[in-house]
């Protein structure tokens, strides 16, 4: 269950939506090239957008999602929810 108490910032708490940073994360620094971390966030187009560009620069679009998930590990519970989760970007990217 999500958690109010701002000072728990437990890598695999639930947001209120039900999605983990670091689930999203562990999917982005493994499987990020294929988009399965905006596909489990419901960013569709990310996803697919993720998928294009991967194939478009033969495999080295899977670094940027590498870093990515080093910074999901990185940030809070709260600015992960705001950055990733909650945002109305189509491509959350950094």
Same mark, same amino acid.
């Given at each position: 269950?999500?958690?109010?108490?701002?000072?728990?910032?437990? %890598?695999?708490?639930? /947001?209120?939506?039900?999605?983990?940073? !670091?689930?999203?994360? #562990?999917?982005?620094?493994?499987? $990020?090239? +294929?988009?399965?971390?905006?596909?489990?966030?419901?960013?569709?187009?990310?996803? %697919?957008?993720?998928? /294009?560009?991967?194939?478009?620069?033969? !495999?080295?679009?899977? #670094?940027?999602?590498?870093?990515? $998930?080093? +910074?999901?590990?990185?940030?809070?519970?709260?600015?992960?929810?705001?950055?990733?989760?909650?945002?109305?970007?189509?491509?959350?990217?950094?």
């Amino acid at each position: 269950m999500y958690e109010q108490n701002p000072s728990s910032n437990n %890598l695999f708490d639930c /947001g209120p939506e039900g999605k983990s940073r !670091g689930v999203a994360a #562990l999917l982005a620094i493994f499987i $990020g090239g +294929l988009g399965i971390q905006y596909f489990y966030l419901g960013k569709t187009g990310a996803g %697919l957008i993720t998928i /294009g560009l991967t194939l478009i620069t033969c !495999g080295l679009w899977e #670094l940027v999602t590498f870093i990515q $998930g080093i +910074l999901m590990l990185c940030m809070t519970n709260d600015s992960f929810r705001q950055k990733y989760v909650t945002t109305t970007s189509t491509f959350p990217l950094f």
